[in-house]
């Protein structure tokens, strides 16, 4: 009994690891001032607000810090509005529109991606995808976002890649990785995960970061910095620059196809409102809710 009651306080204070990363540091970063830096480098912030370096061999090639005027739209040589209101296969209930009231820069370095209640096009809530498709595809590197996610039932927060060959190929077949995926009813867990032919939909290969339960706070209190390191043959996750989930072909189904070599993707940020995996909003749920994104950012090395 003694041991079974210690190996329990142990799950509950992130003290051991589980199938899940326990997130046991303090990362104090809810704050309007924005740390930046102009160096080619790759970082995270410390519970002191200083920049460290995690690993200099990766050189920064492309970003958005989303600088500009209040309730502007994301910059369109960077962002594609994706628009429609067809469930996008997964039964969402909102219309995404290209409207600076569902994506808009905030005028101190933030781009805000809000969810909200409304009739239009036939369904009753809008919402922004927006996509870096045609405009910044690539292949291998460290892709990272540092986001404040929102929560409330029914509402499913994202940033995630596509395979750039998907016109072609189709998905699942053109590969997806889902760096951040967050249901709002579970505001202190991420899920990483990976689909391909075999390993899709409902079944991906998947790992999941989750505050220790007796944690107070949630991840979205403040902001997180989200990140996947793509290479040959490997994917790994991070949650603060914390590697909480690794897959390679090895870890596939049997008899499945890695597609995650040799071909470009692009890069995707949503909110969607229901579908199958958050489920669907109901009497708890608060609307307008919005992403709060301070930055997306790819190295290479």
């Not at 990363?21 to 519970?47: A, C, D, H, R, V």
């Not at 920049?51 to 810090?65: G, M, T």
């Not at 039964?91 to 909200?116: F, K, S, V």
């Not at 989930?245 to 890695?258: A, E, L, N, V």
Request: charged share 20%.
């Amino acid at each position: 009994m003694k041991k079974i009651s210690t190996l329990l306080l142990a799950l509950l204070t992130g003290c051991i690891a589980t199938t899940q990363y326990q997130y046991n540091t303090n990362t104090n970063t809810n704050t309007n001032t924005k740390t930046k830096t102009n160096e080619i480098q790759m970082g995270l912030l410390t519970p002191s607000g200083k920049l460290e370096i995690a690993d200099p061999s990766w050189k920064l090639v492309w970003s958005d810090d989303f600088n500009g005027q209040a309730n502007t739209p994301p910059d369109p040589s960077k962002w594609n509005h994706a628009t429609g209101g067809n469930g996008w296969g997964n039964n969402e209930l909102e219309y995404y529109t290209d409207r600076i009231e569902n994506a808009h820069l905030t005028g101190d370095g933030h781009l805000a991606i809000r969810a909200q209640r409304e009739d239009y096009q036939g369904m009753q809530y809008t919402s922004a995808r927006l996509t870096t498709a045609k405009k910044f595809e690539f292949t291998y590197g460290r892709v990272e976002a540092r986001i404040m996610i929102p929560k409330t039932q029914g509402i499913w927060s994202a940033f995630w890649m596509l395979g750039a060959n998907i016109q072609e190929v189709g998905w699942p077949n053109c590969g997806e990785i889902d760096i951040m995926e967050n249901i709002g009813r579970e505001p202190k867990t991420n899920h990483g995960s990976m689909h391909g032919p075999g390993y899709h939909s409902s079944h991906p290969m998947t790992g999941t970061f989750s505050l220790p339960l007796l944690r107070r706070s949630l991840l979205s209190d403040t902001y997180h910095i989200y990140s996947v390191e793509w290479e040959p043959n490997v994917v790994r996750f991070y949650v603060d620059n914390m590697l909480y989930h690794t897959k390679t072909p090895q870890d596939m189904p049997r008899g499945s196809t890695w597609v995650f070599n040799d071909h470009p993707f692009y890069i995707l940020l949503n909110v969607a409102v229901g579908g199958n995996m958050p489920g669907n909003p109901d009497g708890r749920t608060i609307l307008p809710k919005e992403m709060m994104i301070d930055y997306v950012r790819v190295y290479q090395r």
